[in-house]
């Protein structure tokens, strides 16, 4: 791309030093500006929407034991028909679900119940435990 180069190289040509103007960046380098500039707001954004304390998996998994496990099983593979595995899915996943469903924005009788006295710190906790979980798969013959 040494297109905008050239003509900003033409422009001070035959001037020498001193009669050299304040050049305008051309479009290539304020293309890259705006790609810098992205790339700062998106790593704002990430930080903005980062989980509020470091996730306590132990923590977690703990809660999970006593509140979740009946429905979920012990290794979030679900015990129940109508109850979906959580082991596995994203962190950022099922914590949107939990606050979903504590919220009412996301409605299920048992769900609406059981999320409601969650806090932040535990949901962050559970959904870390369940998706440090590993599942491998394999398909059926
Ligand atoms: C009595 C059984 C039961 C218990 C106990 C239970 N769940 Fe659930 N859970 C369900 C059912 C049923 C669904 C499906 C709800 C729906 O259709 O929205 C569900 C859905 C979810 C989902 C959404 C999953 C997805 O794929 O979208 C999450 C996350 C979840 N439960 C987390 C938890 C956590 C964390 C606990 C413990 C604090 C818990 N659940 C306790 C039955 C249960």
Redesign the pocket.
């Known amino acids: 791309m040494p297109a905008p180069f050239t003509a900003s190289a033409t422009a001070t040509k035959g001037k020498g030093r001193a009669g050299r103007v304040p050049r305008v960046p051309t479009v290539f380098e304020k293309g890259v500006n705006m790609r810098i500039l992205t790339i700062v707001c998106l790593a704002g954004l990430t930080s903005a929407l980062a989980l509020p304390a470091a996730a306590d998996i132990a923590a977690g998994k703990a809660?999970?034991d006593m509140?979740?496990a009946?429905?979920?099983g012990a290794q979030g593979i679900a015990t129940?028909p109508?109850?979906?595995n959580?082991a596995g899915?994203p962190q950022i996943?099922?914590a949107e679900?939990?606050k979903n469903?504590r919220s009412g924005k996301?409605t299920?009788e048992?769900?609406g119940v059981?999320?409601k006295p969650?806090t932040d710190q535990e949901?962050e906790n559970?959904?870390a435990w369940?998706a440090s979980l590993q599942m491998e798969l394999r398909e059926s013959k």
């Open positions: 809660k999970a509140a979740c009946v429905c979920h129940l109508n109850a979906p959580l899915q996943y099922l679900q939990l469903y996301r299920h048992v769900m059981i999320a969650l949901i559970m959904s369940y």
